[in-house]
């Protein structure tokens, strides 16, 4: 294998695609800065698919170059009430108990996981740019969205890769790192992202026609709730 | 989530384990030292399931305490000759060939995705230590084999967890690094290791009885038996 020469044309990246409002915001702002976008969703034994169905549509409605569903069982590493249906999904926390600690809705290592397999992704097709939607605002618990896991990765991935070897390091892109949910929202507001395909329940009912209605009371749909208003942006999400 | 206790008795350890000579005497080496051992293999789309077979009946002849076996799709990702059917695994190679490149079995950033898996595992075993029997002499050109990058994955995987934010910090011990494989086989033969249920080959044939024989062509092969050679133990293995 010889250095693969960096490609003509518009830089490509890979955007990791989850189906909620940050990662669609983070594709709309990958491709308003000029980035080819190649997308990777993972089926990781969530309990529900609604947010691979919103990926999906996501991809297509912000004019992704492709998109890829790759399946890996966390399910089968247990430990999370996102992927392990003997834990409860919390309800109803006020912000203090959601900021107090690391959640029973964090999947172990789920960043490093997912950030890893986006590298190997990214490496196939050339590519040393990989955007994320983590961020350290709202999800102050998880230890896998701190910045500092984000440069450390890079420079780990860098490592790890022909390509890395070859002189090109890899980016990891976390534009949202800083940003409360209100100015995300805004954010992707000005950049037309069709937040009425986006997902974020973590325990979503499902309506007659097949789609979502969001439960209105997890964390993550507290979140989203007190974003918009604090946006002052309608929110368009189906609730229960 | 409250900060889990480190248990009491032996120390607990994940060791990646592929079925392969190497990952078989890091398995024994850790087992030395005391670790209980839980162990990974990865079903990641390899050509053939030799290896598998392998790491279960080396898991159980070396005691683990328990094997898992993790479904991970790299084959999504192609671009490798183990992965992907279109490209040939590289035969009758000289040293001077096999040290010059990375070679085309490198699956992009396997080890990284492997190690991140493993951290994962681990983690929801509130254990800190991961075993690998990654090497930097025989595969030079594997950038993921680089002590270099192991200390920087182990650094990020602390980074990237509840247990190394709550001051346990990840050890990935890759104690075969600077070894020759002349010299891991001599110290997996003092460790009683039973090689002959090792699978090294890249692209075997199955005997009649369904048990692998090796091409004795291909990279992986020329190397074991150089190395069997090399520590004056009479190789096991059976080849075509």
Chains 1, 2 share one sequence.
Request: charged share 15%; glycine share 6%.
């Amino acid at each position: 294998m010889t250095a693969p020469p960096v490609p003509p044309g518009p830089p490509a990246a890979t955007v990791l695609l989850s189906g909620g409002l940050d990662s669609a915001t983070v594709l709309a702002m990958a491709r308003a800065q000029g980035f080819v976008c190649h997308c990777l969703s993972f089926d990781y034994g969530q309990r529900h698919k609604h947010e691979l169905l919103a990926a999906r549509a996501l991809a297509s409605a912000l004019s992704a170059a492709s998109w890829q569903i790759v399946t890996l069982d966390l399910r089968a590493f247990g430990g999370s009430a996102l992927t392990d249906d003997t834990i409860a999904v919390p309800k109803d926390r006020d912000e203090r108990a959601m900021a107090a600690d690391i959640p029973v809705t964090y999947v172990p290592a789920r960043n490093l996981v997912l950030l890893s397999m986006a590298v190997a992704f990214a490496e196939s097709r050339n590519c040393v740019d990989v955007f994320t939607g983590v961020n350290a605002v709202d999800y102050s618990g998880y230890p896998d969205c701190r910045p500092q896991f984000i440069r450390s990765f890079a420079h780990t991935a860098t490592l790890a890769t022909a390509l890395g070897t070859q002189g090109r390091a890899f980016t990891v892109h976390a534009p949202l790192s800083d940003m409360t949910k209100a100015q995300i929202i805004r954010a992707g507001a000005a950049l037309n992202v069709p937040y009425h395909l986006t997902h974020s329940c973590y325990d979503p009912a499902t309506a007659s026609d097949g789609s979502p209605l969001a439960c209105g009371r997890c964390d993550a749909c507290q979140i989203r709730r007190r974003g918009f208003a604090e946006a002052g942006i309608p929110d368009p999400t189906r609730y229960l």
